[in-house]
């Protein structure tokens, strides 16, 4: 069995300490070592003994949890999950912590916090999971500066790419893509600030699903819109997928394409949890199967569990084409790895590779490189 994960739970309320250590020692993957009611004595406690990862509160007294955040991460890296109810509803704190370093950031209630974690035990216990696996070397995109020239947003590679290859006419027709479907988890939010940063609005109709908080997903996608050429925003039931937008399934529903006339439009829709998560990038990637076929590019991303993999084979098998992110680049390589073993990706390539490998599919319809073959892992 592999060894349990080391938690520190870092939070002023004794109450908000002692439900935290309850519900992390039921999951036998990991293990409560400290707790600190503030961050000075967090730092004594890590002092003794260096955790895999932090559960952290962002309003506590003497020092607050951003500060101690970002003093945390310029001197000693360790994955943090911003626990807070400060970071409820997607407010820029929220973006704040993710700037500072936090892997993943959970809002919670103000009123029926033991409720809320008792319903949402099992994915409360994988995000903590997942972030004690997290990659830590790696610098936040979140402090770029937003849209301001054309050559700060578009990189030259894509440029190149327009200069080559003229104006896109995107759909069956044409040959190339009519819908990107993109996965994401764990690190997700930063990987697909840098992705979705280095596309143009040339690019073909962008769905994604980012495992994330209901109360997150219109805040995220408005932040990402700050930063990118293509259109960004929460994808609302009958939106159409359309070139140089890209919509982001809301927090607690289901994303799915569907055939519209001549092109595409997604449905938003409730239902089970799927792989243990709503949405589920297997639902997205399944109707994008149904409905596209070989019309379609399936992207996954850093993120832990498998959530995406079958969906994504039945995209190849139906004749999509098929991108993983690579190890070196992701966060967490969990969810790219399953799709890759499952015998779903055509290419595997680091993230900031995806985007040029994109806007070549979007312009030209070239598919790079033979098929992986099943079982194939990375060095």
Same mark, same amino acid.
Request: hydrophobic residues 45%; neutral net charge; charged residues 25%.
């Given at each position: ?8 739970i870092?939070d002023d309320s004794?109450?908000m300490?002692?439900t935290l ?5 039921s ?6 070592v400290?707790?600190a009611?503030?961050?000075?004595i967090a730092?004594?406690?890590i002092?003794?003994? =260096? @955790?895999? !990862? ?7 007294p003497?020092m607050?949890? %951003?500060?101690? /955040?970002?003093r945390l ?9 911003v626990c ?7 407010s820029?704190t929220?973006?704040?912590?993710m ?5 993943e950031?959970i809002?919670?209630?103000k009123?029926g916090v ?10 409360f ?8 696996l ?10 770029v500066?937003?849209?301001l020239?054309a050559d700060?947003i578009i990189?030259?590679?894509v440029q190149?790419?327009r200069?080559?290859a003229?104006?896109?006419q995107?759909?069956?027709?044409a040959g =190339? @893509?009519? !819908?990107i479907?993109i996965g994401?988890s ?5 990987? %697909?600030l840098? /992705?979705l940063q280095?596309?143009?609005s040339?690019v073909?109709g962008?769905v ?6 209901e ?17 960004v925003r929460?994808?609302?039931?009958g939106?159409?997928v ?8 809301p ?6 394409v ?5 092109g595409?439009?997604?449905?938003v ?10 949405p589920?990038?297997d639902v997205?990637?399944r109707?994008v ?7 379609a590019?399936?992207?996954?991303l850093?993120?832990m569990?498998?959530?995406g993999a079958q969906?994504m084979?039945e995209m ?12 070196d ?6 969810m790219p790895n399953?799709?890759?073993l499952?015998g779903?990706?055509?290419?595997i390539v ?6 040029p ?6 312009v030209?319809?070239?598919r790079?490189?033979p ?9």
């Open positions: 069995m592999p060894r349990k994960r080391s938690v520190l870092v004794a109450t300490r002692t250590t309850e519900l992390l020692n999951d036998a993957r990991l293990e409560v400290a707790v009611g503030d961050p000075y730092a004594a406690k002092e003794k003994r =260096v @955790p895999d !990862v932090i559960v952290l509160d962002l309003e506590m003497r607050d949890g %951003l500060t101690f /955040l970002r991460m310029a001197q000693h890296p360790i994955p943090v999950v807070s109810s400060s970071a409820e509803k997607g820029a929220a973006f704040k912590a700037e500072a370093g936090a892997v950031v809002g919670k209630p009123l033991k409720q809320f974690f008792e319903e949402m035990r099992e994915t216990c994988d995000v903590v999971v997942a972030a004690s997290a990659n830590m070397q790696r610098k936040s995109m979140w402090t500066a937003p849209k020239t700060v990189p030259k590679t190149g790419l200069q080559a003229g104006s896109p995107l759909g069956r027709s =190339v @893509p009519g !819908v479907a994401a764990t690190g997700g939010t930063e990987a %697909l840098r /992705l280095e596309l143009s040339e073909s962008i994604i699903v980012q495992h994330m908080p109360a997150f997903t219109a805040g995220f996608a408005d932040r990402l819109n700050e930063f990118c050429e293509v259109e929460e994808a609302k039931d939106d159409a359309e070139q140089g937008v890209a919509l982001i399934a927090g607690n529903w289901h994303i799915l569907r055939s519209k006339g001549k595409y439009a997604v449905e829709k409730g239902g089970p949890r799927v792989c243990r998560h709503r589920s990038v997205l990637f109707s199967a149904q409905c596209a076929g070989q019309d590019v399936g992207v996954i850093t993120g569990g498998d959530d969906g084979l190849k098998q139906a004749g999509a084409y098929n991108i993983a992110q690579d190890r680049s992701c966060v967490v390589f969990g399953e799709a890759i499952r779903g990706v055509d290419k680091a993230l900031d590779g995806i985007a490998l994109l806007m070549k599919l979007s030209k319809g070239v790079e490189g098929a992986l073959p099943v079982g194939a892992v990375l060095a």
